[in-house]
């Protein structure tokens, strides 16, 4: 008689196509894949009552821990009144007052709307595609390219695929994209010809993530906002992994001082509970849409679930906690205590180098004499599953070991996590 979970997991091999995962590899008969049950706080456990610290808070989303008391009152309250109706035409309280909420918290003084959909990549495509339309209704047709940064990565619809610059994820779709030129540091974009022609120019603010959680410059951005006024393109700041304190601010836009035309938001939206995005913008943008039916002037795009009720809710208890617990200011110490366990961590012979922005790590692992692994050997991955026998669970890109645990870890647990690293790097490096 076979137990529940080798059932369950028979089941995912026989049916299910999980995503970024080579299915070759999951349903060979030699992979357990963990099936994951509960959760409280920064911990999760499986099938087989195995605990693990959160360590990648279950793919950038959870900030303040599974089973927060408070989300979970606010979905329930909202559940016993209506779980969804349309947006389209029609609107709801909870999707009311968190527009407002956000507008308060991004800028106020310059961002002024609030578009709902379901995920950081409809998001963007929110953005790009008014970008375009807007330009389109104030007789600026032509301008219709983008401008993005090498190794960026926005989100896999077709809009948001069309900026990214990680070849691995969009190149076999580059014919359908739209005109995109890339470039890898400010610098280059005084050297693009025909600057007329763009509508908008997308970055992720202070640290890159699927390029392996790269650091840009201090400073670029607010040079950035300078170019795109001077020459009259759009910024795009996609805010969907860095939003919502993970570098330290509620935004990471705010650590320079600037407002973008856009804020894509979405993972740490509903404090990693329910599917919602949202992308913040101008009254002038909004403006240019308004008109009688006949010009057709409206934005057409729009999805079954924008403004759902239920993770609206969510939503406004998870801006709720960062007022009432004060998580920004007792995160700071723990950034601090992260940014010493890295130091410490840069020592091991397989670490070529640590990056930190606010409470999001990037670990490398190399070769001892600090060149890289062949990416075929898929030792990041293989690290990961390693750390789970020291009970952390995260994941790599490529060789990169991100670290990004819920908010509420505490000490102990941040130095349990970074141990497992250790741990695991030491075990499969030799």
Same mark, same amino acid.
């Given at each position: ?24 590899? *999951? ?10 049950? !509960? ?9 087989? &009552? ?7 808070? !279950?793919? *950038? ?16 309250? #909202? ?37 709902? &959909?379901?995920?950081?990549?409809? %998001? =963007? ?12 209704? $104030? ?12 190794? %960026? ?42 600057? /007329? ?60 001082? $600037? ?33 009688? %039916? ?16 239920? %993770? ?8 709720? =906690? ?6 920004? /200011? ?36 190399? +070769? ?43 000490? /102990? #647990?941040?130095? +349990? ?5 250790? #741990? ?7």
């Amino acid at each position: 008689m076979t137990d529940e979970t080798t059932h369950l997991v028979a089941l995912d091999k026989w049916h299910v196509w999980h995503p970024f995962t080579q299915m070759r590899d *999951w349903c060979a008969p030699d992979h357990e894949p963990l099936v994951l049950v !509960s959760g409280d706080g920064a911990v999760l456990r499986d099938s087989r &009552s195995r605990e693990y610290i959160d360590g990648n808070s !279950s793919i *950038w989303t959870n900030l303040h821990g599974h089973n927060h008391p408070k989300i979970n009152a606010a979905i329930r309250e #909202q559940l016993d009144a209506v779980a969804h109706t349309s947006f389209l035409g029609f609107t709801n309280p909870p999707a009311i007052k968190l527009a407002a909420e956000l507008l308060k918290i991004a800028a106020p003084n310059r961002l002024t709307r609030v578009f709902f &959909s379901d995920d950081g990549s409809t %998001a =963007i495509e929110v953005a790009i595609k008014m970008s375009v339309q807007y330009f389109q209704l $104030i007789g600026q047709p032509h301008r219709n390219r983008f401008v993005a940064f090498a190794n %960026a990565y926005h989100g896999d619809t077709l809009g948001a695929a069309s900026l990214g610059g990680v070849g691995i994820f969009h190149d076999r779709f580059a014919s359908h994209c739209f005109p995109v030129e890339r470039v890898t540091s400010i610098d280059e974009l005084n050297e693009l010809e025909n600057s /007329e022609t763009f509508a908008a120019v997308a970055i992720e603010p202070l640290i890159q993530g699927a390029a392996g959680m790269k650091l840009w410059p201090r400073r670029m951005l607010a040079k950035l906002r300078s170019w795109c006024d001077a020459h009259g393109v759009l910024l795009i700041c996609d805010e969907v992994m860095t939003g919502f304190g993970r570098t330290g601010t509620m935004f990471a836009s705010l650590q320079e001082n $600037i407002a973008p035309d856009f804020l894509a938001l979405a993972k740490g939206l509903t404090g990693g509970y329910m599917p919602l995005a949202a992308t913040l913008t101008t009254e002038r943008i909004f403006e240019a849409f308004l008109g009688e %039916a006949h010009e057709q002037k409206t934005f057409y795009y729009g999805h079954s679930y924008a403004g759902n009720q239920l %993770a609206c809710a969510a939503a406004l208890a998870n801006l709720a =906690i960062f007022r009432d617990e004060n998580v920004l /200011e007792n995160l700071q110490p723990k950034i601090a205590l992260l940014s010493e366990l890295l130091n410490n961590l840069q020592q091991h012979k397989n670490v070529s180098e640590t990056r930190q922005c606010g409470f999001i790590a990037g670990i490398d692992v190399a +070769r001892s004499d600090g060149s890289p692994f062949d990416w075929t050997e898929l030792i990041g991955a293989r690290v990961c599953v390693a750390a789970r026998k020291h009970g952390l669970l995260t994941r790599a890109i490529r060789d990169t070991i991100v670290l990004m645990p819920p908010y509420c870890i505490t000490a /102990e #647990q941040l130095c +349990r996590a970074v141990a497992a690293i250790e #741990q695991a790097i030491t075990e499969i490096c030799g």
